[in-house]
Nanobody, 123 residues
Framework: QVRLVESGGGLVQAGGSLSLSCAASGFTLDYYAIGWFRQAPGKEREKISCISGSSGRTYYADSVAGRFTISRDNAKNTVYLQMNGLRPEDTAVYYC????????????????WGQGTQVTVSS
């Protein structure tokens, strides 16, 4: 069974850090691009970061650049999102998604999605 499972969310004060994990089962992440998305209450889901499968090239939305770092450990079949300097506006449900081709901008291009993990940043 193909699954992506996010973990590491929680409640943190502004300025704090969290590390999210996206663990894959049922398939190998090695050649997949993995994107991190988030959806805040009342807002559309947005792509905030992505790491390609082949080159390891990374992408960050302006809203998180310089604060968040995406990385992958193919041996563990897991992708991480290190989030530092968290702000209340980072509060959202965070999702990871796998794309067999590249870091697509369009959500429906992604093949697999996780169930999401809640991140809440208090002021």
């Amino acid at each position: 069974q193909v699954r992506l499972v996010e973990s590491g969310g929680g409640l943190v004060q502004a300025g704090g850090s969290l590390s999210l994990s996206c663990a894959a089962s049922g398939f190998t992440l090695d050649y997949y691009a993995i994107g991190w998305f988030r959806q805040a209450p009342g807002k559309e889901r947005e792509k905030i970061s992505c790491i390609s499968g082949s080159s390891g090239r990374t992408y960050y939305a302006d809203s998180v650049a310089g604060r968040f770092t995406i990385s992958r450990d193919n041996a563990k079949n897991t992708v991480y999102l290190q989030m530092n300097g968290l702000r209340p506006e980072d509060t959202a449900v965070y999702y990871c998604a796998a794309d067999s081709l590249s870091c697509e901008d369009i959500e429906y291009e992604y093949d697999y999605w996780g169930q999401g993990t809640q991140v809440t940043v208090s002021s």
